[in-house]
DNA sequence: ATGTCTCCAGGATGGAGA
């Protein structure tokens, strides 16, 4: 089963880069983050003609997360649990049920927190706390699950091109960087540092500056396992030639095999 | 040193968010 992972900037501005890069890599499942539109507005016909169930978690203008699946999808919930006043929609879940597994599969679209300090980066780290608790729980029933998405997180120096450029930044701050610690010390798994290592490998660039052109790039998009998923992980790559086509995101897929 | 893109309101361009 391959499962992928594309914050796409917006689907208006992405109705043909889209469709052409699933054609292309022929995902069983994909969680989409930054849709920026209603549930109403989503193209999902342009999906459904490709095989693909459509499960959308829209907003006006910012944020909006999705799920698309070749197989059938139950259990369908929208938004984080942990906070009745946060109407932003950044989360998804669903069960992707398989031949030999019922798959748990969970699209998120992290605050990007910046700038720090202030009330938006508080909010960023209160999110990563409902983000560990929502965690605690799938793992306390041993439900099979992943995490994909935009974690709005750079791990580790060697995850960006320029750390010292980020040092101050939400992404990169101690605080943020232990959450995300905590996080995959529950036991969960970096799906591409179990099979990468080393500086280099990054999946968003942004589009100011020249970002693209100068490899200055950072890793930012994650798949986190659970432990019976991280069992059955062959591959985890991403999909980088894709921000050189036209009328890119500044994101990249990166996908799993298992 | 700077550099961009997307969305929306509103009806032109500018602000917000990233």
């Given at each position: 089963m391959k499962i992928a992972s594309f914050n796409i900037n917006g689907i208006k501005a992405r109705v043909a880069a889209l469709p052409d890069w699933l054609d292309e890599a022929q995902p069983d499942v994909v969680v989409l983050q930054e849709?920026?539109?209603?549930d109403e507005a989503f193209p999902r016909e342009m999906l459904e003609e490709r095989g693909y169930n459509v499960e959308t978690h829209g907003q006006k203008s910012f944020n909006g997360v999705a799920i698309l699946s070749k197989l059938p999808l139950e259990d369908v919930t929208r938004g984080l649990p942990g906070d009745d006043e946060d109407d932003q929609a950044r989360w998804i879940e669903a069960t992707v049920v398989g031949d030999d597994l019922a798959l748990r599969v969970c699209g998120l679209y992290l605050?990007?927190?910046?700038?720090?300090?202030g009330p938006k980066y508080e909010y960023k780290l209160a999110w990563m706390t409902r983000l560990q608790a929502r965690a605690e729980a799938l793992l306390a029933e041993e439900t099979p699950f992943l995490m994909a998405g935009?974690?709005?997180?750079?791990?580790?120096?060697?995850?960006?091109?320029?750390p010292d450029n980020w040092r101050e930044d939400a992404l990169f701050r101690p605080e943020s960087r232990a959450a995300w610690r905590r996080l995959v010390n529950?036991?969960?798994?970096?799906a591409f540092r179990a099979r990468t290592q080393g500086p280099?490998?990054?999946?968003f660039w942004d589009y100011q500056a020249g970002a693209w052109n100068r490899n200055n790039g950072i890793r930012i998009d994650h798949f986190l396992l659970s432990p019976t998923v991280a069992d059955r992980l062959r591959a985890c790559q991403i999909d980088?030639?894709?921000?050189?086509?036209?009328?890119?995101?500044?994101h990249v897929p990166i996908w799993v095999e298992l």
């Open positions: 849709i920026k539109s209603v605050p990007n927190g910046n700038p720090v300090p935009d974690y709005n997180i750079i791990p580790q120096a060697e995850d960006a091109a320029k529950l036991g969960l798994t970096d280099g490998h990054y999946s980088r030639d894709v921000r050189g086509r036209d009328k890119p995101s500044d």
